[in-house]
Structures are given as structure tokens and as C-alpha cells.
């Protein structure tokens, strides 16, 4: 987030109109036009800078223009005066009494010191100040609680700050360039004249695998009881009577003849009798284990080529840094 302790947002833009875009868009959210500031390098219609606003001449309209609301940078479109480093320069709204006197637009105190006076890091403010050299333009937010949203509507119309710059110029390379050919030889030809290289980032995209351990599947182990009938032989034991008649020889019995005698002889068998008792049989361990397969992940990324092409026979001398 662009918010420091005192809550003002910031906000660089590479193209004007989105910058105008998004404090129209701040008006509408109830942004206070005392609360909204847009610094801006001045340029004539060729791409360069020019400084006739510095002239005595233009010290009236200058003054009136640093009073104006934010609408001055796009209504009156003139220069309010010239920065060290930065050169003559567009700003509207509460920084600009901040960075210029009010007579023929000299600098007081710089763009560096007025946004470290707003609450800005010395760091991040020298930062921006690079960033209107190199032609873009400044929006602030004194936004006063509401950072969040200020934000918010900032970056939603392009703007990015120190934090994000890498991630907006990796999206800036990604998406189909909108500036008009005129601009981008303009670029092109100041960047040839002051000696600077310029960078052609080249990118691609890379595959990361992650693995979720997720439910396969469940294995339920349970008890069932059967009943099933068993047939068991078991040899056993019984006494049986034997009864065994022998003729007499005919003697003489001393006895004499009774009536009614008898003879009692017991007889036993043996009895099968059926006891059960729950013995183990068998035990079942249930586990885990962890198993290791392969799988194949298949998927498509994309990736950026440089392709030079020339045009007559320039030099050219190509070398290879890893």
C-alpha cells in the first residue's frame, strides 16, 4: 500500500489521461479537490521539455494557475515553473504552493522536500522525483483515513508507487504497448541522445507442481457371526444284560421252592453331554503404509523470444551476459 503515517497515497502514471481518469474518479468518490495534488513535467508537443513559462511575462498567469484547483493541469495546460533536476514542470493543487513561489515560478523548496513535508520518506520521495524526470506524472491523496480506497482507485486507472514498480512494468512488457508510434520514437530518440540504454525484459512462464493429500477412499474391517451346524461322532460306552440259560443236571437242590424271588442288575451307559467355549482362532492387524507411485503432469507455459530485426546496415555488436 502507497500509505504512510500520515495517510497520503501516491500514485505514478505513465500516461496522462489515465492520470486525469483517476482524480475524476477521486472527485466521485469524495475526494476533497484540496486534498488531491498532480505534478507533472512539462512538455511541448514534440516530446520535449520547454521552459517559456519561466519568463516574467507569464509571472501573472503562473501565479494564478499555483492557487488553482487540480482541473488547472489539464485546463490551463502551461508551465508553472522550473525544479532543479527535473526542469520545467506542470502542478496543481496544495503541493504546488509547496514547490514554487508564486512570482515567475521559481523552485522554494523542491519536490523532494514538499512531499517529505506530506509525510513521504525521503527515499521514496526521491523516487518520484526520478519518475517526473523521466516524464511521468504525480498524483497525491492526503486521504485522511480513507488511504485504503485512495489507493484503490489509483491503481485501478494504472498508477503504481516504489513498491509495485516492478510488478506494473512486468505487466506494462506483458500487455499490447498503447502509446502512438510519434511517442515511442520520441522515447526512443531522447533515450539515443542522452547515451542510456534501454532494457528489453524477457519473460516466461514456469510450472510449479504442489502436491493435496486428499481422501482416497475408506476400508471399514468388522466382525460378522455365522451359525453353522456340526456333526460329531463320539464313540461311547453302554452295559447290556446278558441272560444265559444252561440245563441243570438233575441233582437234588437243597433250597426249597420260593415264590416271588427276584434278582436286580444295573446297568449303565454313557452319556454324551455338549459344552461350547470361545476360543481364538485368528487375529487380523489392521495398518497404514505409505506407498510411493509416479505420475505424470503434463501442461502448457509460455515463453518470450527476442526477435532483432534491422533495417539498412546499422553496426551492431551483440554480446551474450549470464
Known sequence: MAANNKSTVVGVFQEHSRAQEAVRALRQAGFREEQISVVGQNRDEDGGTT??????GAGAATGAAAGAGVAALWSLG?????????????AAGPIAAAILSAVGGAAAGGLVGALVGMGIPEEDAKYYEGEIHAGHLLVTVQADG??????????????????THATHQAHASAAPHTGTAAARTAQTARAAATGGEQKVQVHEEKMHVHKTPVQAGEVRVRKEVHTEHQNIQVPVEREEVVIERRPASGRASASDIHAGEEMRIPVREEKVNVDKETVLKEEVAVGKRKVTDTQQVQGQVRKEDVKIEKQGNPPMREKTGR
Open 51 to 56: 521552459d517559456k513559462g519561466t519568463h516574467a
Open 78 to 90: 502551461m508551465t508553472f515553473g522550473v525544479l532543479p533536476v527535473i526542469g520545467p514542470v506542470l
Open 146 to 163: 480513507r488511504a485504503n480506497e485512495a489507493w484503490s482507485i489509483l491503481q485501478r486507472h494504472g498508477a503504481y508507487n516504489r513498491d
